[in-house]
């Protein structure tokens, strides 16, 4: 089955995203998480997130 990267609905802390991430990379949602804190102490992390927040779809199950 091919692996597609969608927003998370039971992972989800803000937007899902880090919870998408996790599932999708099949790691822990803490570690994305603390990496995406680590990122967006930068404006370009924090840009990242809001246009991932944008453009991920939600999974539809």
């Known amino acids: 089955m091919k692996k597609t990267l969608y927003k998370s609905r ?16 099949d790691v822990d949602p803490t ?9 967006c102490t930068t404006g370009t ?4 997130y809001i246009v991932a927040a944008v453009v ?3 999974r539809v199950e």
């Open 45 to 48: 992390g924090l840009l990242l």
């Open 10 to 25: 039971k992972g989800r802390f803000l937007f899902g995203v880090c919870g998408g991430l996790a599932e999708y990379f």
């Open 56 to 58: 991920m779809p939600e």
């Open 31 to 39: 570690l994305i998480r603390i990496l995406t804190a680590a990122l």
